[in-house]
């Protein structure tokens, strides 16, 4: 089993910038993919990010160039700066990672930190 406890989320001005953190517990290491996902009101959620073996990072269209994840192996905690931030960002983060589940993989899913861009 895996535990994400996330933070840093809250209520930035258009332009601003925020960091959010996932730490991990459990049966995690640094071979396991970690990301961030987001879900806004009425909408499906999305990817934002995700880091996987080796550092290779993935982002989503939208955020290129504006966010940035990251990964400290030794803490088991994944990063997302987020810069240059827009009123579509705001949606509920979602920390994610992909570890082992019983005698297979799957997802596990942090609670939810709350990202509002607005002045």
């Known amino acids: 089993q895996v535990q994400l406890v996330e933070s840093g989320g809250g209520l930035v001005q258009p332009g601003g910038s925020l960091r959010l953190s996932c730490a991990a517990s459990?049966?995690?290491?640094?071979?396991?993919?970690m990301g961030w996902y987001r879900q806004a009101p009425g909408k499906q959620r999305e990817l934002v990010a995700r880091i996987i073996s080796g550092g290779t990072t993935i982002y989503a269209d939208s955020v290129k160039g504006r966010f940035t994840i990251s990964r400290d192996n030794a803490k088991n905690t994944v990063y997302l700066q987020m810069n240059s931030l827009k009123s579509e960002d705001t949606a509920v983060y979602y920390c994610?990672?992909?570890?082992?589940?019983?005698?297979?993989?799957?997802?596990?899913w942090g609670q939810g930190t709350q990202i509002t861009v607005s002045s």
């Open positions: 459990g049966s995690i290491s640094s071979i396991n993919p």
């Open positions: 994610n990672v992909y570890a082992p589940r019983g005698t297979r993989f799957g997802d596990y």
